[in-house]
């Protein structure tokens, strides 16, 4: 859970301006440029962890994962198709100027990303369908760095378009479908609370203990450390996992990847497809991307559909606008539904953050989260966060979109942007 009230001033050690030698925005360059020699590669792939989950390392060798997990990984692809898309620039001069504080004081928005008091990769903002303001300053534009749990959004959108074609219905529990879940710890539990990760089952993400529900499915498709003697078939294993209800299904919010899979598992059942390729044929094939997409499947080719897929962030922001009013600037066809829109807007479960207001986490700006997206605000942002430094930021209403990407400094830590980013939205889009 992000921690929504954080201060907007950054506290940095030491801050060395020159140091950071990046281009600013202004000066991005169109000219290729490798990003890693072969020494470089081999270096850091010998480098990656086998000794513990393999995506435990942080700083500059976390920074080199997160843009090149397609270099030692398997994935599947997710296909684009047809004529590239363009968006149109109109580039909106007051982002650039706008002012950030620090514990140094304050400064332009373009020098604050580009300092080492963030570890901003790359930063896509679109209004009305158009690029306002787009940056790499540790990445380059070709790169297809990971969006961790940001993917989670795709499983319920992709779910959400056979909901409206009448394929499926989200207040049928999920073993309606998926007979193999019958008996298990998930039979009864509806879609809906599912989508909304208010399931009930204790089953909450968890990367410590390995006998766990979650450690015990994250080994299955790779996302946790495993060797020969792990389980390797997700399906299997929470088809068969017994796990306790913790709570009445819809009351209270609790978040894990299990939820996600489960969706993707849906999808797949209904579709008679793997997860990517519908993923493909909804969504990814009519949105004129740039470039493929992919996830991870470290583990017999299952992708890990909670977190891991790889993209261009040019692209997610395409992915991004089939919320907003301007979808048209990338397809023809209104792919997520105003159904959808409003349900997000008006029509979430307000029990579901209870716990973490009482507990003082949150204050009454989230509504509740939805549809696998971490929160609905009270100005109708929806936002969906990736570990260590990813976002996708939309609103229908003011016609935005933002996409990012970052990873955690040695130390673990990291800016987070996203309150950054959401008092700058409001304060230049907040009257449209």
Same mark, same amino acid.
Do not use: C
């Given at each position: 859970m992000n921690n929504l009230l954080k201060s907007l001033i950054i506290s940095v050690a030491t801050v060395n301006m020159s140091a950071c030698a990046q281009e600013t925005p202004a000066e991005k360059s169109d000219e290729f440029r490798s990003t890693s020699t072969v020494e470089e590669t081999r270096a850091q792939i010998s480098r990656v962890r086998t000794d513990d989950i393999w995506w435990t390392v942080y700083g500059e060798d976390q920074a080199w994962n997160f843009k090149n997990l397609h270099r030692f990984m398997p994935t599947v692809s997710v296909y684009r198709d047809g004529q590239v898309k363009m968006l149109e620039e109109a580039i909106n001069p007051a982002i650039a100027v706008f002012e950030i504080e620090t514990e140094e004081g304050s400064m332009p928005f373009s020098d604050f990303i580009n300092s080492n008091h963030t570890t901003l990769m790359s930063l896509v903002i679109l209004h009305k369908g158009k690029i306002a303001f787009e940056a790499y300053p540790r990445s380059e534009p070709y790169e297809k760095p990971v969006y961790w749990s940001v993917a989670k959004v795709f499983v319920s959108s992709v779910l959400a +378009?056979?909901?409206?074609?009448? @394929?499926?219905?989200? =207040?049928?529990? +999920?073993?309606?479908?998926?007979? @193999?879940?019958?008996? =298990?710890?998930?039979?009864?539990?509806?879609?809906?609370?599912?989508?909304?990760?208010?399931?009930?089952?204790e089953c909450a993400e968890e990367y410590v203990d390995k006998e766990s529900c979650y450690y015990q499915y994250s080994m299955t498709v790779g996302d946790g450390h495993f060797d020969e003697n792990s389980p390797d078939n997700p399906y299997e294993l929470l088809a068969s996992i017994e796990v306790p209800r913790y709570e009445e299904q819809g009351t209270d919010f609790q978040y894990s990847g299990v939820n996600t899979f489960l969706l993707s598992w849906l999808v797949e059942k209904i579709t008679g497809m793997p997860f990517q390729d519908a993923f493909s044929k909804e969504i990814w094939t009519k949105i004129g991307a740039e470039s493929d997409g992919s996830y991870i499947a470290p583990r017999f080719g299952v992708p890990v559909t909670h977190g891991g897929f790889l993209a261009r962030a040019r692209d997610v922001a395409r992915f991004g606008l089939l919320y907003t009013p301007s979808y048209t600037a990338v397809t023809d066809d209104k792919i997520i539904s105003d159904r959808l829109i409003n349900l997000l807007k008006n029509e979430g479960n307000d029990k579901l953050f209870e716990r973490y207001r009482d507990a003082g986490y949150m204050g009454d700006d989230p509504k509740y989260p939805a549809y696998q997206w971490d929160q609905i605000y009270q100005n109708n942002d929806f936002y969906k966060g990736g570990w260590a430094g990813q976002g996708l930021l939309v609103n229908p209403d003011r016609d935005t979109v933002v996409v990012y990407t970052g990873y955690f400094k040695e130390d673990q830590s990291e800016v987070d942007m996203l309150p950054i980013l959401r008092d700058m939205m409001n304060s230049l889009y907040g009257d449209q």
């Open positions: +378009i056979l909901e409206d074609r009448g @394929e499926v219905d989200v =207040s049928n529990p +999920i073993d309606f479908y998926i007979e @193999e879940l019958r008996g =298990s710890s998930f039979e009864g539990v509806k879609i809906r609370n599912i989508l909304d990760m208010a399931t009930g089952v």
